[in-house]
């Protein structure tokens, strides 16, 4: 089954932060009810892939000043029916941000969250199950803004609450200081 995958991805996240169960449960149910959840089509919701990026030095996170919601947040999008949430993640990642050198840190999941997507005109109401991945860049931390950002910034994690006090961000910054001490 091609939701297999990422359900092993998540069994593993569960016995690392076994406090989320609530947010694990609804994900893997979500998952197991809807063959087609990663088509964007699904409207009650869809699978989502981010990539949280770290700059060389490891003390700065790339945000995007995300367009639509007008929020800064990590870079990431829609599965776009690809299974793979490793490569979707960091296609995303690549589509935003322009940068061809991001190295996946770690193949397990750092962080899950579901989240509310408001109505648009031609998009109604919908929930995303984002799943978050860990990148750094290799070779240079140099971005292009892309049409769905306002704009990209570096930003060290000691200061990210002057950029945004969404919960989601602040726990994937402590998880990445607990992975990266």
Known sequence: MHRDPLLELIRKYSEKFPEENQTISQYKAFIKKNPRCFERSLGEGHITCA???????????????????????????????????HRAAAREAHEESGIKTLELVSSEILDLDIHKIPARTDVPEHFHYDTRFLFRTTDNDNYQVSEESYDLAWVEMEKIQEFTSEESILRMVHKTKMLCN
């Open 51 to 85: 990539a949280w990026i770290l700059d060389r030095s490891g003390k700065r996170v790339l945000l995007t000043h995300h367009r639509k919601l007008n929020r800064w947040l990590q870079l990431g999008g829609h599965a776009d029916g690809d299974p793979n949430v």
